[in-house]
């Protein structure tokens, strides 16, 4: 497991997702067993996460990763990608 693999020192994430999905099931799953911390927000339990994902991202599709560096929000969606993103930031062979 790779050490800075529970933070990022640049990025803050957060994983707009929900328990029934598969594709957030995918990336749960890869967090996982990459030992990677990313803090998660469930978008049926939780309406305002839901709105904050609509308005930011442009729709309420999941999963949906937020990134933000240097007060910069980016919001990326699809799981492969997302996945494809955190492998490059932690290293994760
Ligand atoms: N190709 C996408 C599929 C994502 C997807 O279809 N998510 C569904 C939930 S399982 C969803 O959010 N559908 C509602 C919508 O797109 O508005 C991925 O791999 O992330």
Redesign the pocket.
Known sequence: MPQDSVADPIESYVLYQ?ES????Y?VRRFLDHAGIDVESRDILRDPDARRALAEGGG?????CLRIERDGTVRWL????D?IGYLSKRFRVA
């Open positions: 929900y999905c598969p594709f957030c995918r729709r309420a599709t999941v999963p969606y699809e799981s492969l997302i």
